[in-house]
């Protein structure tokens, strides 16, 4: 992390037989390329992509990768909906998957409802950061994973998204 690194991160990082920890915080990424097998063979346990220039939609390919316990895409320009494999992922694990143990997709610009398998889970099942994006339907009061921030301004998320509800 910190290294100023710039342009795709690589899909290769994600199938890397020996890697299980792939932190690029604190750069300057814009994309994430996504891997042929979609990480499939990823013996990955931890991705932290947080505070990067990443946009466009979560790369849906992560919800699926199956030792992937810790995710953080935090902090980025990501946009559009939580994908529902990332819900199930925390939700319910199955079949020699890994459970997310650790979700953290706070300051993007996500908008829409909230996956329902999310709206299920118990405080402490997992640790889940949504604040500081665009989810108007995500009260603190209600859902403990809302904590941690409030949403973006409808001023701040039209601007950067006019396609946000």
Not at 53 to 81: H, Q, R, Y
Not at 138 to 164: D, H, T, Y
Request: glycine share 10%.
């Amino acid at each position: 992390s910190h290294n100023k690194l710039s342009g795709s991160v690589p899909s290769s990082l994600f199938n890397h037989p020996s890697l299980q920890q792939l932190t690029l915080s604190y750069n300057q990424f814009g994309s994430v390329q996504v891997p042929s097998n979609w990480g499939q063979q990823s013996e990955l346990i931890a991705i932290d992509i947080s505070n990067n220039d990443l946009g466009g939609l979560l790369p849906t390919f992560m919800g699926s990768m199956p030792k992937l316990s810790a995710l953080s895409l935090e902090n980025n320009k990501f946009t559009g909906m939580i994908p529902t494999q990332y819900a199930l992922k925390a939700l319910v694990p199955g079949n020699g998957v890994s459970q997310f143990e650790r979700l953290f997709l706070g300051g993007n610009y996500l908008f829409g409802p909230i996956p329902s398998p999310l709206m299920q889970l118990k405080p402490g099942s997992v640790t889940v950061r949504l604040g500081d994006n665009c989810l108007y339907r995500c009260p603190v009061s209600f859902f403990f994973f809302c904590q941690g921030g409030v949403q973006k301004s409808l001023m701040e998320c039209k601007s950067f998204n006019p396609a946000i509800p």
